[in-house]
């Protein structure tokens, strides 16, 4: 968090596991409404075949438009990143909109 108590980022790491564990997906479906938040998000995992990388962002259910996608030098090939850029207007339109729901 920074000084005025706004996330920087919420990171999920081993994000393959929604193919490979039903409890983790059934959980992550739950959080579909955090990418309300205008937060960034860092979807991470070290066993993430480039080719599953689709097939991710669709069985998160989430819209990670605009998107950037890492990839770490190393001996392993499958190794990458997956970020999600938000700019500060958007951030600050979605801090405001869920103010007003809280506050009537």
Not at 2 to 11: A, G, H, R
Not at 18 to 35: C, H, M, N, P, R
Not at 81 to 87: A, D, E, G, P
């Amino acid at each position: 968090m920074n000084k005025e108590c706004q996330l920087f980022c919420i990171v999920f790491d081993e994000v393959h596991c929604i193919f490979t564990d039903v409890g983790y997906q059934s959980a992550f479906k739950k959080l579909q409404w955090i990418e309300h938040l205008g937060t960034p998000l860092v979807l991470m995992s070290g066993t993430l075949p480039k080719v599953m990388t689709p097939k991710i962002r669709q069985g998160l259910g989430l819209d990670l438009h605009p998107f950037q996608e890492l990839q770490a030098l190393c001996v392993n090939p499958n190794i990458q990143k997956l970020v999600q850029v938000v700019s500060h207007e958007q951030q600050l339109a979605t801090l405001q909109q869920l103010v007003n729901v809280a506050i009537p």
